[in-house]
């Protein structure tokens, strides 16, 4: 890639005396010399990202970021080298070549399919649709990758276009050969006009009735109405009008010998008379910063600015570059000194007469006035006084070491210094006050003389010299200039370490403002709150605040008509006749309007144009790949580098970039002039990596942000992290699930252990201690049968016997039936209870009830032990309704529903309170004790019409398990 360097293809001498508001212009011409591939430039454009692209003849595509100019070939996929024509739409570059029409997009150039392989000589953007024309006749709908076709067939004409372009309106008009005019309206063509000069060959449709249109022979305005038309002026007689242009209200004309500009009502020829050239051009542009780019036939590209300086022209037999300074002794003209070409006087009507020419004395470093008296420093014969209109050297002059330049005045004495020593001049006699020192400026401040050497600041006192310390970097830099402001700041220049601002005169201040920091200073000028500052790289305008905080700052250099952008010492200077100011600069001198309005304007505009993630295949990281919307990247892409770049065709050399990575910090970075970051051992999260481009004090002027996200690898993904937290409660639940199945198969097999052992032991306790108390019962009753042999003592002894032995009996037989197994359902506690019931009140006038036993009951599972509280509690109750109770009937009952079990005993005696009777009564406290171990509910309601003991379980399945 080629670093451009810019050349200045001819001097500005354009300069209207008599009309002072007329703009001034000055051009730059970029050939094959700053990498263009070929000197004929046929087409321009500009993309979003602010590039400027230029077709040629025969050389191709380049691209032109302001420095350097990029190029495309056949190779990069051109159909042809020849650059017909270009546009921009929707992030898409479309070129017309000789030989169809390419389009390129994220930089990749491909053919457009609908279009084919015939010479593109116009188009004409709008929206996300370009308008083609051919030489064939036609015309071309065209969007991305599809188009339309309009000829003769389908409402249009067969013949060639030769110019379109949309109204204010957005109605489309179209010049076509012989002088037709067409409009485009509502997605169908209309016949619109037939213009009287055939010979045009281009328009600009003004408004929706007045048509500008360029012939062979001049411009002409026509008045469009109903097809009637009117001419209503001519303009630019003979001359051939090639395309017609508006930019920022203003009409440009693109004629066979340069172009001509539109100021007032007068049209002004630009050529080589007035910095262009004569060569007849191709194509003229205006880009978003103002300035009007032109292709030539010869010369290549022109970068045209209309800017607030003019150069001052000198005769050419004197052709003056170099300014050594500028200074007004007189009201009503203007010394400037030159290096070489001696010194002049420029009048308030700009009319330039040499004061002193060579070859006596050509070099002159500057001027000064004393006593009234001219002087001039020359390099060849010292000091010269003017006498008359001569200037002679003074008498008595010192050896110098070097040629003498005046470094300050105080009052009636002037500072002389060789850059060895420092002498005082007053009234034709030398003194020396100071040696072995590099003295460039001698500065009064109230009662000190401040001295600016190559090592700080110094300050003469009584003759002696003595080291100013203000503890900053200035201390040891070389000082080349002073300047007190109106608010009495002290502003010190230094060669290349920029600017330093001591408020209120204090050189001590902990905290002086610092500007420009790697700029060589030249000149320091303030002007109310405005400073300007001579650098070798223009002059630099700061606005301030009245605390010296910075609120704008701009550049004045070539790219907007100061062409000599090197400034020299002290050459600054605001006439008492005119509102200017003058610089003094390498390439001459300059004015500058500090009033007048210019369209031109620094817009830098800022992309991110590349992402390189390390982790990624090449394959997936395409040119412009991350631009989509949402844009995720995997979770090993640790490794993020961005790239990006500001493009300003005016200024493009000013931009800085910050940059911050929000999700890692929020915090900007350092301005910096490198256009890539690298950023690693990132971890998965959301960020949005933001970028601007400031100038140099910081201001934002544009900002790009792109938001992606690095995904959270599996493991540590909530789904993840979920599953895994679900399996291992699975895992638990599963070891959990087989200790309670081995310990349900171990409590089902003791459970079957306990029953047959239960079984066994009921077997066995019936056959050993049944029998034996069968037997005690069979004897008793034999011996009852004579008992009524016996004595009375002995027979009362002996019925007490055998009614305990029935009680052993029968209570034996309970306890052997309530370890049986075999009797653990709710159907035989019930038969129990039937039975018992019916023994227990035989012997009395009682009469009992119980219900049938039912399938259910016997299905019902009841654990032997809640059988055997159900069978107590009832028998409690039965023997309390027995003695208490004077019943004549008890009954019981058994009833369920879909979850309760009730069972209840019922008799009609007399009743009791029960509230006082549960006090005192051991067997109601027993049966409550025994229903809340079976985990059930004992009711008791008691009136005069009987008692009603009732025992509810809810969930009566519960009694199984």
Same mark, same amino acid.
């Given at each position: ?40 430039? !046929? ?17 191709? %595509? ?30 898409? %570059? ?61 409402? #249009? ?52 009735? %007045? ?14 109405? /109903? ?58 542009? $205006? ?13 290549? @590209? ?34 400037? !000194? ?24 050509? =070099? ?55 850059? $060895? ?28 003389? *401040? ?179 949402? *844009? ?56 949005? #990596? ?78 050993? *201690? ?86 259910? $009951? /016997? =299905? ?63 067997? @109601? ?37």
């Amino acid at each position: 890639m080629v670093k451009t360097k810019i050349i200045l293809s001819a001097i500005i001498t354009l300069f209207i005396v008599m009309d002072g508001s007329s703009q001034h212009f000055s051009s730059i011409n970029y050939n094959i010399e700053h990498g263009l591939p070929q000197s004929q430039v !046929t087409a321009i454009t500009q993309d979003h990202s602010g590039y400027l692209w230029v077709g040629t003849a025969s050389g191709g %595509l380049s691209r032109f970021d302001g420095k350097e100019f990029v190029n495309y070939s056949t190779g990069h996929g051109l159909l042809s080298p020849s650059i017909k024509s270009l546009s921009w739409t929707n992030e898409r %570059l479309w070129i017309g070549t000789s030989r169809g029409l390419n389009t390129m997009a994220n930089g990749k150039i491909s053919e457009h399919p609908f279009v084919p392989r015939i010479e593109i000589k116009k188009m004409l953007p709008r929206d996300t649709v370009v308008w083609a024309t051919t030489r064939h006749g036609g015309i071309y709908q065209l969007t991305d990758n599809s188009g339309k076709y309009y000829t003769e067939r389908n409402g #249009f004409t067969d013949k060639p276009v030769l110019d379109m372009e949309y109204d204010s309106l957005g109605t489309l008009w179209i010049l076509t050969a012989g002088g037709h005019i067409y409009h485009f309206e509502d997605d169908k063509f209309s016949f619109h006009a037939t213009l009287p000069d055939s010979t045009a060959q281009s328009i600009m449709p003004l408004s929706k009735t %007045l048509l500008l249109a360029g012939t062979s022979y001049g411009l002409n305005t026509y008045h469009i109405e /109903n097809q009637n038309i009117r001419l209503i002026r001519k303009e630019v007689p003979r001359a051939n009008v090639r395309e017609i242009c508006l930019f920022d209200n203003e009409l440009w004309l693109v004629v066979k010998n340069g172009l001509l500009w539109k100021q007032a009502d007068e049209f002004i020829w630009l050529s080589s008379q007035n910095g262009f050239t004569n060569a007849p051009a191709f194509h003229i542009f $205006q880009d978003r910063e103002g300035i009007i780019w032109a292709g030539t036939t010869v010369y290549g @590209l022109f970068k045209f600015l209309r800017g607030p300086f003019r150069k001052l022209a000198f005769h050419p037999t004197s052709f003056v570059d170099v300014i050594t300074d500028i200074k007004q002794f007189d009201s009503q003209c203007v010394l400037v !000194t030159t290096l070489g070409k001696g010194a002049f006087e420029v009048e308030p009507d700009f009319t330039i007469k040499p004061l002193l020419l060579p070859p006596r004395v050509s =070099n002159i470093s500057n001027a000064a006035s004393l006593k009234g008296e001219i002087l001039l420093a020359s390099f060849e014969q010292g000091i010269l006084v003017k006498s008359g209109v001569a200037f002679k050297p003074l008498p008595d002059q010192p050896t110098y070491a070097t040629p003498p330049f005046f470094a300050g005045q105080d009052d009636d004495k002037l500072f002389v210094s060789d850059r $060895q020593s420092l002498f005082t001049l007053r009234e034709s006699l030398f003194e020396r006050v100071v040696d072995s020192l590099n003295v460039f400026l001698v500065y009064q401040i109230d009662s000190m003389l *401040l001295l600016g050497t190559d090592n700080g600041l110094q300050q003469l006192i009584n003759g002696r010299v003595k080291k100013i310390v203000t503890g900053h970097h200035i201390d040891h830099q070389m000082i080349t200039d002073f300047h007190l402001d109106a608010d009495g700041n002290i502003l010190v220049g230094t060669l290349g370490h920029g600017l330093w601002i001591f408020p209120t005169g204090n050189l001590n201040h902990p905290a002086p403002v610092h500007l420009l920091p790697f700029d060589h200073i030249t000149f320091i000028f303030s002007e109310r709150n405005r400073l300007y500052c001579g650098t070798q790289r223009g002059v630099c305008v700061f606005d301030f605040s009245k605390r010296l905080k910075v609120s704008s700052q701009k550049w004045l250099n070539r790219n907007n008509g100061l062409i000599g952008i090197e400034t020299v010492n002290e050459t600054v200077l605001k006439p008492s006749f005119g509102d200017k100011l003058w610089f003094g600069t390498m390439n001459g001198l300059f004015m500058y309007d500090t009033q007048e309005y210019y369209p031109i304007q620094s817009i830098p505009i800022l992309s991110i144009i590349n992402m390189k993630v390390s982790e990624l295949p090449d394959s997936v990281q395409t040119p412009g790949w991350f631009k989509c919307a949402s *844009l995720k990247l995997p979770s090993n892409a640790s490794t993020l580098n961005f790239e990006f770049e500001s493009v300003s065709l005016l200024m493009p050399d000013h931009a800085k970039y910050q940059y911050r990575l929000i999700g890692l910090s929020d915090r900007w970075s350092d301005p910096m002039e490198q256009t890539s970051i690298r950023f690693t051992n990132l971890v998965s999260g959301h960020y949005n #990596f933001e970028v601007r481009v400031v100038n140099d004090i910081g201001l934002e002027l544009d900002r790009q942000t792109l938001v992606f996200q690095i995904l959270t690898p599996f493991w540590q993904t909530w789904w993840f992290r979920t599953l895994i937290g679900v399996l291992l409660v699975m895992a638990v639940w599963g070891v959990i699930r087989i200790r309670i199945s081995r310990a349900m198969q171990v409590q089902v097999l003791t459970e079957q252990q306990n029953r047959q052992m239960r079984r066994e032991l009921a077997k066995d306790f019936h056959d050993e *201690l049944g029998n034996h108390l069968a037997s005690i019962i069979s004897l008793l009753q034999v011996i009852a049968m004579k008992a009524h042999d016996l004595p009375e003592n002995i027979s009362k002894q002996f019925t007490l016997l055998n009614r305990h032995a029935h009680d052993l009996f029968f209570g034996t037989k309970d306890f052997i039936a309530s370890i049986d197994p075999q009797h653990e359902t709710l159907g035989w506690t019930m038969l129990y209870l039937g039975d018992f019931g019916a023994h227990f009140f035989s012997t009395s006038p009682i009469i009992f009830e119980s219900p049938e036993v039912e399938n259910w $009951q /016997n =299905n019902l599972k009841v654990r032997s032990n809640f059988s055997r509280h159900l069978i107590l509690i009832f028998k409690e109750a039965m023997t309390n309704a027995l003695k208490h109770s004077g019943a004549s009937v008890v009954s019981m009952k058994v009833l369920k529903s879909s979850s309760d079990l009730t069972i209840a005993l019922s008799d009609n005696g007399n009743g009791f309170d029960y509230g006082a009777t549960k006090i005192s009564s051991v067997g @109601l406290k027993s049966m409550e004790e025994r229903a809340r171990k079976i985990e059930a509910i004992l009711l008791v309601q008691s009136s005069s019409k009987g008692t009603t003991i009732t025992i509810k379980k809810e969930n009566y399945a519960h009694w199984a398990s």
